[in-house]
């Protein structure tokens, strides 16, 4: 007893003397997931929140198809005719059903490849933009690595049908979809439901095969896409928003469908649950504040909900944003700028009262006074 009575006493007296100590927010327990392979990335911030073997080369299957979809839309005509092939035409797989001499505009042989996972829209999309799969698949790659920043992709087809040197890894996928969705087109395609298909020898209507888009609706999710080859067992990537938190989750390699699902939920929950995403305006006055900086534009970060975070600016104007534990979230270079003076304030004088002002009230009695004042206002 007598301990405990010490503990609560030293307590209590360490914040009565410092209130202003701040309590660090320990990290929660990361989900236990199935999936030989994963990521969690908020996608405004480029924060990994979570990550398994994300840069153990793995194959993807059909997430390949996210990264021909946003290459078609950026280096294609969307509104150009499409001749089918035959090479395509024997593409095997899940398909569109496309028919050798088959004619389909480019955006709609990307609706098919990314909605109902289409091969053989992926071989006709490769066929007209590059000639042939094998100058696609290197004009694709040396675009990823460009454009999304991957250094462990090479891709050898535009589908995903399996190839042993057909490779990439979780945070790569991350990246090309989170550099995907920066192309409203691409969101736009990379969220539908369904899709009305009119084909030249069949109609139907197209559905996502993506789970938490229909089956297993998700609070939030904005997008995705599956994948299956028997060598990369199942492969997911969704995509979903709550007020300012756009996460990016890819799971490879899970045993079954179900897996994969339940694993990409979990990391959902957690990414939601107990991270968030903040805004530094331009404006914002920070502590050290020698001279007038600004952020040369709004900045987001994420971090930790209730974790309270420092933001200080050094003497050259590096600003830098640390959480409880001291650990840099991020920096940036404040940009000096000129701020306009303030006028001066013109002072006004003030008329001083004089005794002479008062004098009535010492000549005439207090029953006179008070008698006057109730007289007027009556």
Do not use: C
């Not at 969307?78 to 899940?94: D, F, I, K, M, Q």
């Not at 496309?98 to 490849?113: I, M, P, R």
């Not at 945070?171 to 090309?176: G, H, N, T």
């Not at 007038?292 to 974790?307: A, F, R, V």
């Amino acid at each position: 007893m007598k301990k405990l009575m010490i503990i609560i006493i030293v307590l209590y007296t360490t914040f009565y003397i410092n209130p202003n100590i701040v309590m660090a927010i320990s990290k929660p327990d990361s989900p236990l997931i199935n999936s030989e392979a994963a990521i969690v990335l908020e996608a405004n911030t480029g924060k990994v929140l979570y990550e398994k073997n994300a840069e153990t080369s793995m194959y993807p299957a059909s997430l390949t198809k996210i990264a021909t979809a946003i290459y078609a839309i950026e280096n294609g005509d969307l509104n150009e005719t499409v001749t089918v092939s035959e090479r395509a035409y024997e593409t095997g797989g899940s398909s569109v059903f496309l028919e050798e001499g088959d004619q389909a505009t480019l955006k709609e042989l990307v609706q098919g490849l990314l909605l109902n996972s289409g091969n053989d829209a992926g071989v006709a999309i490769a066929e007209h933009l590059s000639g042939s799969v094998e100058q696609f698949s290197e004009d694709l790659n040396a675009y990823l690595e460009e454009k999304a920043g991957v250094e462990q992709t090479d891709f050898k087809n535009p589908h995903g049908l399996f190839d042993s040197e057909h490779r990439t890894t979780a945070k790569d996928l991350a990246e090309i979809t989170k550099y995907a969705q920066e192309n409203e087109t691409f969101k736009e395609i990379y969220g539908l439901e369904t899709l009305d298909w009119d084909g030249e020898k069949w109609d139907a209507t197209l559905y996502t095969h993506h789970r938490l888009m229909r089956e297993d609706p998700y609070e939030g999710v904005t997008g995705g896409k599956t994948g299956y080859v028997p060598q990369s067992g199942f492969t997911l990537a969704t995509s979903a928003s709550r007020e300012n938190m756009d996460l990016i989750v890819i799971t490879m390699k899970s045993r079954t469908k179900d897996l994969s699902y339940e694993d990409t939920k979990k990391l959902l929950d957690y990414g939601f649950e107990f991270y968030e995403t903040s805004v530094l305006k331009p404006n914002e006055e920070f502590p050290g504040l020698k001279d007038d900086y600004q952020l040369p534009e709004e900045i987001s970060y994420t971090h930790l909900k209730g974790d309270p975070v420092n933001a200080e600016m050094d003497g050259a104007g590096m600003l830098s944003v640390t959480n409880s534990d001291g650990k840099e979230i991020f920096s940036a270079q404040m940009e000096k700028v000129e701020k306009e003076a303030k006028p001066p304030v013109e002072k006004t004088e003030v008329e001083k009262s004089d005794w002479q002002d008062y004098w009535t009230l010492f000549i005439f009695p207090r029953h006179f006074w008070v008698t006057e004042i109730y007289e007027e206002l009556k």
